[in-house]
């Protein structure tokens, strides 16, 4: 009988061909590995099992705290992977619909800020309003009870409430609030005695600046919902809001400026009431604005430190109907490029945007069965 080659054949020759094509496998496999693209940054979780958190702040001692929507702050011990809870505190009064209920949050030494939609009077009572509160962290992360600052009128409603609070720079207490999506005369965003559709600078205290270019503490006023302010070293600040259909923005805040809503969206497109503003008003334009469609731009933070590379001073953006992150260069003047989409549809809807202790970037999600997310940039 005629024999087949020993490398066809034979069972030492399949083990041959089984030899060659595993060594091809690997080969090939090193060859794509070298070839892939690494992935910009690595995301990691840290937290999970959430619902809706909206915020994050961190302690100077590095414990990490959250809000959620329907109205608890946790108190994490610290912002390791799964680090114990050390306290969950209920905000009362809270009313959580749609965009509202609890959600901005800052520290200053152990005095903790939050803004909240409240209705202490219930739906029969006194009409809702946004509050900011405040309570004192303890040693042992339990928070004392929350009582509101007093800062003037606001409306509170299921949409457009805003509420980004942060501690400046100058140590002053900034807050945005929404324009509460009222239509119409009712539309406070024009208005600077109404603390809607504002960027506020206070006092620790909530009281107001004898700098304050407005009477009512406002610095800015034509916003629509704003829920994202960042602060750069060197004195810039940026403001991100939610669009209408169109033109999400990102402003450079400076005192006494008006930036157009609801007369106007972008640079000069015309808003839902286009009459809204004064005929003498002088109308800031936007930083960048997003066009058609719009991305729904929420939290909002400046890259800083050594790990960011050459990415240090960035601005990155976190949306929810696109679900991604976004990268902005910031120029000098403080122009605003886009650079870069991140995340690009990997965790759903992204809300908070805030750098820790340690230099990375913490995200929340915001899609009903949530996490927090670690973010540092690959090498």
């Known amino acids: 009988m005629k024999r087949s080659p020993p490398f066809l054949g034979t069972t030492g020759g399949r083990f041959v061909v089984s030899g060659l094509l ?4 690997v080969v090939g496999a090193a060859a794509w590995s070298v070839l892939r693209p690494v992935a910009p940054v690595r995301a990691d979780t840290i937290q999970d099992g ?3 958190p909206w915020d994050i702040a961190f302690a100077p001692d590095g414990r990490m705290l959250v809000t959620e929507r329907a109205g608890r702050v946790l108190v994490f011990a610290d912002a390791t992977p799964h680090a114990p809870i050390l306290s969950a505190t209920t905000v009362p009064d809270i009313r959580a619909e749609l965009e509202s209920g609890l959600m901005g949050i800052a520290i200053h030494e152990d ?3 939050v803004c909240a939609s409240r209705d202490p009077g219930g739906e029969d009572g006194d009409p809702w309003r946004v509050d900011i509160l405040t309570a004192t962290l303890a040693a042992d992360g339990r928070l004392s009870p929350f009582t509101a600052l007093s800062i003037g009128p606001t409306i509170g409603g299921p949409r457009h409430q805003g509420c980004a609070v942060e501690i400046g720079p100058d140590d002053h207490l900034w807050v945005t609030i929404g324009d509460a999506n009222l239509s119409g005369a009712e539309n406070p965003a024009q208005d600077p005695a109404v603390l809607n559709g504002k960027v506020l600078r206070l006092g620790l205290d909530g009281s107001v600046p004898a700098d304050a270019p407005f009477a009512s503490g406002a610095v800015s006023i034509g916003h629509r919902n704003p829920q994202g302010i960042a602060f750069r070293e060197d004195g810039l600040i940026l403001e991100v809001e939610h669009g209408t259909d169109v033109n999400d923005e990102i402003n450079h805040i400076l005192p006494g400026a008006n930036y157009g809503y609801p007369c106007v969206t972008g640079d000069g497109v015309p808003g839902p009431i286009p009459d809204a503003c004064a005929t003498d008003a002088v109308l800031s334009p936007p930083a960048w604005a997003s066009g058609a469609p719009t991305i729904a731009t929420s939290g909002a933070a400046f890259l800083a430190g050594a790990g960011w590379g050459e990415w240090e001073g960035n601005l990155v953006v976190t ?10 260069v910031i120029g000098p003047d403080g122009s605003v490029t886009a650079a870069e989409t991140l995340l690009d549809r990997q965790f759903g809807r992204l809300r908070a945007a805030v750098i820790g202790p340690d230099g990375a970037l913490y995200l929340s999600t915001g899609n009903g069965d949530d996490r927090i997310l670690r973010i540092v940039k690959n090498p």
Do not use: M, Q, S
């Not at 595993?22 to 496998?25: E, G």
């Not at 929810?320 to 976004?326: A, I, S, Y």
């Open 111 to 113: 005095t903790v800020y």
């Open 22 to 25: 595993l060594l091809a496998a």
């Open 319 to 328: 949306t929810l109907k696109d679900e991604d992150l976004r990268r902005f």
């Open 50 to 52: 959430l619902v809706h």
